[in-house]
């Protein structure tokens, strides 16, 4: 009877779902409208259903193959969309940008929306019925469902359905074409999301008279769908012939070309009003601070590229190390921390398109990875599976993407429209850095710290208390360098409430099994925007 309570409290799962709760209460102290109460029921069945998926992964009863050695990270997945979008609409409201401040409402409901769907689905499968379960998730169904018909025009209903009819087809293929590679929560994240912007881009190309905003923010929405279609039409086409062969790889190349010559590139033009190579030329020679910049980030790449082929020259000529260590994979942070700080000094339009730009890359590359597209498949596949470690148990390799994702994401989703000169006041001029912070900084110096002197464990984790503590620590001194060299953000004495904030996402650092390149500067991005 003694030993039974301490087990709950080491429980790792427990932690991180009262880390999200403690999050969830600092966004509603902040902000408390007719959706707060939403989120609270969301949170609850979230709650309850995480531990049904918990066991279908155990049980192995899942209808897909979902990545091992995690749990199904249904909480801190559920609760990401609904609290960006309630921060953004208070941003939104603030400045007096109705449109948007209707867009982050569509953001919010089709959040909760997502995650409800992803809950019935473990309900459904689930023998027996949960009846405690399904009840809970009843309730909170009805909750968000009453709440969606009394703030949603009918308009804006119609939008959270296609949204979600997107994520049920897109959902299906992508865990029956990539195993293992996801947990449920980080399915719902990324398929999530990838859902709401295509949904996003085939609105706004069926209604062009509409379109507006800075050219610069179709970029991404272009380019996810371009490298979707490619993977996936690639992905069913050579289930049914061999990839390996000149023959294929050829053939790879010319669709490949043509989807970006013939169809990605003058459906961008539609939106920018210009050729997308002229926009871009322009774009980039606007000033002589651009080319220094493009020249320091290419010299960067060089010498990323120079660590890999150092580290498998070491392999191949006899030493016994066979995984990169942590610290050697944690290089890649610093080379990433180095080339986004001076973006977000000097450029932030020049960051946001370079980007999306190399997020393109990355997947193109992944691409001839994965199908041993000649003349470099063979080779990436030498040269990548030094760096795997036990999150990339899947055919994709997808450690570098999410690492360009996590500091990427704040920069993308920074709502420029309702930021008077692109700033925002107190905690919010350091929400394009919550990337750099959480993942760039916070997570690279808990891992090294903590991999090298840590002693002291979390309970339940392999995750030190010294690691978290030097995290906390570097970021705040991080944050005391961005206030030097960056003269906008001017923090209004927030000083206590940044600290709580990095102190908070630290703690989720140690406890979550889930992606923390992608959950981490998330939930920072949302704190630091109230």
Sequence with gaps: MIVRPAAILINPVLVESAVVLAMLLCVHMAIWNQHSWCCIALFVQAFYVQHKWDRLLRSGAAVFQFRPSANSGIVPASMVMPLLGLALKEKCTASGNVYFERFSMVVTITGMCLALFLSLIALGITRPVPTNTCVIAGVAS?????????????????????????????????????????????????????????????????????????????????????????????????????????????????????????????????????????????????????????????????????????????????????????????????????????G???????????????????????????????????LLRQLLTLFLDERDSGPLILTHVYLLLGMSLPIWLFPGPCAPKGILPGAGGLVPYAGVLAVGVGDTVASVFGSTMGEIRWPGTKKTVEGTATSVFAQIIAVAMFLIFDGSINLNSTYSWIVGCITLVAMLEAYTSQIDNLLLPLYLFILLLL
Aim: net charge positive.
């Design 142 to 342: 009805s909750a968000i469902l009453y709440t969606a018909k009394q703030t949603l025009t009918v308009s804006e209903v119609i939008e959270v359905l296609e949204v979600l009819l997107i994520f049920v087809y897109l959902s299906l293929i992508v865990l029956y074409l990539l195993p293992r590679c996801l947990t449920p929560g980080e399915a719902l994240l990324i398929v999530g999301g990838i859902s709401f912007i295509v949904n996003q881009l085939i609105k706004r190309s069926l209604n062009l008279a509409e379109v507006k905003g800075d050219p610069v923010n179709y970029f991404l929405p272009v380019v996810v769908v371009g490298s979707l279609l490619l993977g996936v039409f690639f992905a069913l086409l050579f289930c049914f012939m061999e990839s390996e062969t000149w023959g294929s790889s050829l053939f790879f190349h010319m669709m490949t070309a043509v989807l970006g010559l013939g169809i990605l590139m003058p459906w961008l033009a539609l939106f920018i009003g210009r050729h997308p190579i002229m926009w871009l030329l322009d774009f980039v020679t606007l000033n002589d601070r651009r080319l220094y910049l493009l020249g320091y980030w290419l010299f960067l790449a060089v010498v990323a590229t120079c660590v890999v082929l150092h580290q498998n020259y070491q392999r191949q000529s006899g030493s016994k190390k066979h995984q990169a260590s942590t610290v050697v994979r944690k290089y890649f942070h610093l080379i990433v921390v180095a080339t986004y700080v001076p």
């Design 344 to 378: 977000l000094v000097y450029d932030r339009q020049l960051l946001h398109v370079a980007s999306v730009g190399c997020l393109a890359i990355f997947l193109f590359l992944e691409y001839v990875r994965y199908f041993r597209i000649r003349p470099l498949g063979q």
